[in-house]
């Protein structure tokens, strides 16, 4: 089953049942920043996983003691300075979310410590999410000084309500997997220690049931998804439109200073 997978650097791959493939972010120095060809890889393997018959269920994991931190600071310098590279993300998070929606087979995101960026869109996007309690969830756009683009139009709205969703998508306001449970942000929220084997129990059953059944169901939950894609190609014109701004130089900056921006 491994063998197509060989080539990817920034993803780990093993099968820890029969038909469960398993990803792992595979960046622990750097708590799994997705940099430019880490972002590349999480947007292209969804198609290349569609295709293996061998593969079942998905489960989508983070090495060392963060899920992922979201993209590293050079590749956001990059998109602000580089046009070419602006253009190039922006499809890639297009990509990311599409290949995720049209992946067939079912997905079950195993999220624990910080969760932020690319790992999160496909951490929420996937069909069955579980979360360790004290997981640190937040979507940093504002934060950063650009609009909550790639997957948070698409789905908060439809997991935990509009009222929900603005809250912590206009304030950046961090979620436990707890408190993400509670507002059905994610599937289910279990201890810290149980996620892993919590994932691989769901994605095992999952393996074991009747494929086209499933892959069907995803399907056509899916499609409250593909309805919506106007609001979601909308958001992440608008995040990108904001990466030529100067709110985003002063929140990178923030950042790297460790102060509050001062937009």
């Not at 060809?37 to 198609?47: I, M, T």
């Not at 049209?102 to 079950?108: A, D, G, L, T, W």
């Not at 504002?142 to 139009?153: F, K, M, P, Q, S």
């Not at 056509?220 to 608008?238: C, E, K, M, V």
Request: glycine residues 8%.
């Amino acid at each position: 089953m491994l063998e197509r997978y060989a080539g990817y650097q920034r993803i780990a791959f093993d099968c820890p049942a029969e038909g469960v493939l398993r990803l792992t972010l595979n960046r622990p120095e750097h708590r799994n920043a997705l940099d430019a060809v880490g972002h590349r890889e999480l947007c292209d393997v969804w198609r290349t996983i569609d295709a293996d018959e061998a593969v079942r269920a998905v489960i989508l994991a983070g090495r060392g003691p963060a899920f992922s931190v979201g993209g590293d600071f050079e590749e956001v310098e990059a998109v602000i300075d580089d046009f070419q590279a602006r253009v190039r993300v922006w499809r890639e998070a297009k990509d990311l979310v599409q290949n995720v929606i049209n992946c067939s087979k079912p997905i079950v995101s195993a999220i624990h410590g910080p969760a932020v960026g690319a790992g999160l869109v496909a951490a929420l996007l996937a069909d069955i999410s579980i979360a360790a309690h004290d997981a640190r969830i937040v979507d940093g756009h504002t934060r950063l000084g650009v609009a909550a683009g790639d997957h948070a139009a698409i789905i908060w709205p439809l997991l935990c309500g509009m009222a929900k969703a603005k809250y912590y998508l206009m304030l950046c306001e961090p979620l436990s997997g707890e408190e993400a449970e509670r507002i059905g942000l994610v599937t289910m929220s279990v201890d810290a220690a149980e996620v892993q084997d919590k994932a691989l129990a769901v994605a095992t059953r999952l393996a074991q049931g009747a494929p086209q059944a499933i892959q069907w169901t995803k399907h056509s939950l899916n499609n409250w998804l593909r309805q919506a894609w106007p609001i979601f190609d909308a958001s992440l014109a608008l995040e990108f439109f904001g990466f030529g701004g100067a709110d985003v130089k002063e929140g990178v900056a923030s950042f790297r200073e460790k102060r509050a921006p001062k937009f």
